[in-house]
């Protein structure tokens, strides 16, 4: 089993920034891939970026430029960095890793983006 836990979220006016961070605990060992979802009201989730162990970073078009992902192996921890958020970029906020075939997904923490 994984446990994910994210943190980080919150309400920031557009143009601002966040950081989003996941502890991954755990049987880590076998994750091949890392990455972050959202989802919006209404909507379906979404990737937002991935990181493929030994491969890579992969980001959604809508976010190129602003967000990066990022992982530290000391601490278990993957982090998303956004930068000049807008509006559209609210939703709730999941972390995701893949292990053996099998996702494992966090709680989620809200980020909002007023106008």
């Known amino acids: 089993q994984v446990q994910l836990v994210e943190s980080g979220g919150g309400l920031v006016q557009a143009g601002g920034s966040l950081r989003l961070s996941c502890v991954v605990s755990g049987n880590i060992f076998g994750i091949n891939v890392m990455g972050w979802y959202r989802q919006a009201p209404g909507k379906q989730r979404e990737l937002v970026a991935v990181?493929?162990?030994?491969?890579?970073?992969n980001y959604a078009d809508s976010v190129k430029g602003r967000f990066t992902i990022s992982r530290d192996n000391a601490k278990n921890m993957v982090y998303l960095q956004m930068t000049n958020l807008k509006p559209e970029d609210t939703a709730v906020y999941y972390c995701n890793v893949r292990r053996i075939s099998r996702d494992y997904w966090g709680q989620g923490t809200q980020v909002t983006v007023s106008s």
């Open positions: 990181i493929i162990v030994g491969d890579g970073t």
